[in-house]
């Protein structure tokens, strides 16, 4: 599928881009190349290939999932303007 000079300005005012009509051009040329090269990609035997999240055989380390803080949710509470019941009382904001 060959782009023409209206296919490059109609999808950059869709896109809402500012492009000149003389430099469409130069992009007709470099979409040309770049959907070139994806049918190129389309042509490769893919079967049995399983799909990757990432290149790497790289795992995530994680650190413990251990309480390092104490709890001090009634200290906190002490120097609140309003609390109720454990919870922080807030002004109402959608009426």
């Given at each position: 599928m060959a782009l023409e000079h209206s296919d490059v300005l109609r999808a950059a005012h869709l896109a809402?881009?500012?492009l000149?009509?003389?430099d469409a051009e130069?992009?007709?040329e470099d979409l040309d190349r770049i959907?070139?090269?994806v049918d190129q990609l389309q042509q490769v035997d893919t079967d049995g290939v399983?799909?990757?999240?990432?290149?790497?055989e790289a795992t995530q380390r994680l650190?413990?999932?251990e309480v390092t803080e104490?709890?001090?949710r009634e200290r906190f509470q002490q120097v609140a303007p309003a609390t109720e019941q454990g919870l922080y009382l807030v002004p109402r904001v959608v009426e």
């Amino acid at each position: 599928m060959a782009l023409e000079h209206s296919d490059v300005l109609r999808a950059a005012h869709l896109a809402r881009l500012g492009l000149a009509s003389q430099d469409a051009e130069a992009y007709v040329e470099d979409l040309d190349r770049i959907l070139a090269m994806v049918d190129q990609l389309q042509q490769v035997d893919t079967d049995g290939v399983a799909p990757l999240a990432h290149p790497l055989e790289a795992t995530q380390r994680l650190r413990a999932d251990e309480v390092t803080e104490s709890n001090q949710r009634e200290r906190f509470q002490q120097v609140a303007p309003a609390t109720e019941q454990g919870l922080y009382l807030v002004p109402r904001v959608v009426e």
